[in-house]
């Protein structure tokens, strides 16, 4: 299984995100579309699973809890189901100060967890308040996941958690150390549900430090740094788009886990090379 | 402790600007330990309203100015100096303001503290938000630390994925609740807590404004 991500630009003009989709299409399971992508404002997910949908490609809808209360995310939730969006991933999302409204009032009223219940309420004719939906949904629900989190044993109680409450599904954030991977899905593996590896594409040796130094939750290992530099400025995202294919491909040949999720920051052109250099087209 | 925070001198000057006598009530409680609302404070106020060509009738500071009824009584000596002033300066927090309007119907009454949070005081004049009075504790199933209000996102059920050696994505240079309440729960035994799900919060539970009677109920007033 391979999905990937398609983000909603901020603006009315979707031709770019148009052509993403053309790309995508026939070629992965589904695409996220992610929802205010790091509190930027944008156009709203549920607008974009609709095109997304339209345009031939399955959509994931990525649902956050820091714009809407319990209210709003069920009433979008009942939209996204009569508009035959099947797939949703339950995040808390990221701060209203990491975005571009920094003054915004975050909600956070539930977290993903709970939303992860809301969700199983509503696939079961109830809503939050335990009164009867007329017609209920029927979603595949899923969740995030950071298995190189540190410390990563709170993270795995909340991954528990997470399956307690539904999520029949995982996309990981960025892996880069198989190895280490393997050790997480051990962990996974006790529970019946999915994970989809999240691989995210090294554009140069600086953007693996950077992910190193700021981006809590990922580690770029040295080897794969010296990869990228050895090949020098101008192979330099060649080079990285072998690195993701070698992973995808050890991924898929060694059946280490259920999928990956490739999240191309803006290449989303790239993702078919990926899938091809790692024989998965 | 409510934690206050002295309003911008220049922002009280300009509200008061068309009047010219003034009286100051401090408060010996939080506003003290915050120093914005003790005798040294008092004090300060009354020169710089003075230099500032402004008279200043009398300086009190209440026992506990949230107490409305014993600040009230507090206030009787002051009769004279009372009359003579236009307009009321509170040293507190906004609970202790409001007191001041119920006590003075006919003049204004004004802030001279910014009210920021429930707090501790973890050295002198240094504090720490610790409660956000959510009227529904939780505190028995997170080992006693408060991620309603020491996580920015208020996750009830663990980390999220930014946790950054153990530091908060929101606000680096405090530790995530997250991770001290799992280092708190494995230190008293009581890991199994943060496995099981807190459900969401009945937020009507802190809606504002509330009332409480605390007094017990006289035998034969029946409330309908
Ligand atoms: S759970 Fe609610 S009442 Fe208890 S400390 Fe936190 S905010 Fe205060
Ligand atoms: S790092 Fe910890 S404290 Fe900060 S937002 Fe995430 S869970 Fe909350």
């Known amino acids: ?99 571009d409204h920094k003054a915004a009032k975050p909600v956070y009223d539930i977290e993903s967890v709970q939303l992860l219940q809301v969700v199983d309420g509503m696939n ?14 029927n979603f595949f629900q899923g969740a995030v996941v950071t298995p190189e989190a540190n410390p990563l044993q709170p993270q795995l109680i909340k991954f528990g958690k997470k399956v307690e409450a539904g999520a029949r599904f995982f996309q990981t954030q960025a892996i880069y150390d198989i190895d280490k991977f393997k050790t997480f899905m051990e962990h996974a593996r006790q529970y019946s549900t999915k994970v989809l590896a999240g691989i995210v594409v090294l554009k140069s040796a600086g953007m693996a430090k950077f992910l190193n130094n700021f981006v809590p939750g990922i580690t770029v290992p040295d080897e794969l740094i010296e990869e990228l530099k050895a090949a020098g400025k101008e192979k330099a995202l060649e080079t990285g ?14 059946k280490i886990c259920d999928g990956v999720h490739i999240m191309a920051i803006g290449m989303e052109d790239k993702v078919p090379t990926i899938m091809e250099r790692a024989g998965l087209l | 402790m409510i934690i206050s925070k002295k309003i911008d001198r ?5 509200t008061i600007k068309d009047y010219n006598s003034f009286f100051l009530v401090g408060c010996s409680e939080c506003a003290s330990l915050c120093g914005t609302g003790g005798e040294p404070e008092l004090e300060e106020l009354k020169k710089e309203l003075e230099a500032a060509g402004k008279k200043v009738t009398g300086t009190f500071r209440a026992k506990t100015g949230c107490q409305v009824l014993g600040t009230k009584v507090e206030l009787k000596p002051f009769k004279d100096e009372l009359a003579d002033t236009q307009v009321v300066i509170v040293m507190s927090c906004g609970a202790g303001t ?21 707090g501790n005081m973890t050295r002198f004049q240094m504090f720490d938000e610790r409660c956000s009075l959510c009227g529904e504790c ?24 930014g946790t950054s ?8 240079d405090i530790r995530c609740a997250w991770v001290r309440i799992y280092d708190r729960l494995e230190k008293i035994n009581r890991l199994d807590d943060m496995k099981k799900v807190i459900k969401a919060k009945d937020w009507s539970k802190s809606q504002s404004p509330q009332v409480l009677s605390a007094r017990p109920k006289k035998e034969g007033k029946k409330t309908k």
């Open chain 2, 10 to 14: 220049k922002k009280l000057l300009e």
């Open chain 2, 165 to 172: 050696n153990g530091n908060c994505e929101v606000s680096p």
């Open chain 2, 98 to 118: 409001q007191a001041m309007v119920e006590a003075f119907p006919d003049k204004p009454v004004y802030p001279s503290n910014d009210s920021l949070f429930l």
């Open chain 1, 1 to 99: 299984m391979v999905t990937a991500e398609v983000g909603p630009p901020k603006g009315t003009d979707i031709k770019e995100m148009l052509h993403h989709i053309e790309v995508l299409k026939g070629k992965i399971d589904a695409a996220n579309v992610t929802d205010n992508q790091s509190a930027v404002m944008r156009i709203s997910s549920l607008a974009v699973c609709q095109i997304v949908k339209e345009n031939g490609l399955e959509p994931i809808l990525q649902m956050t809890c820091r714009d809407r209360n319990r209210i709003g995310l069920q009433a979008d939730l009942l939209g996204a189901s009569v508009l035959g969006i099947e797939s949703v991933l339950c995040m808390t999302g990221d701060h209203v100060s990491a975005g």
């Open chain 1, 124 to 137: 079961n004719g109830k809503d939050m308040s335990g009164n009867d939906l007329q017609g209920s949904t």
């Open chain 1, 241 to 254: 788009l072998n690195i993701a294919a070698r992973h995808v491909k050890q991924l898929h040949d060694e």
């Open chain 2, 138 to 161: 939780i505190l028995e199933q997170t080992g006693g630390i408060c991620p309603v209000t020491n996580c920015p996102k208020g996750l009830l059920n663990g980390p999220c994925g």
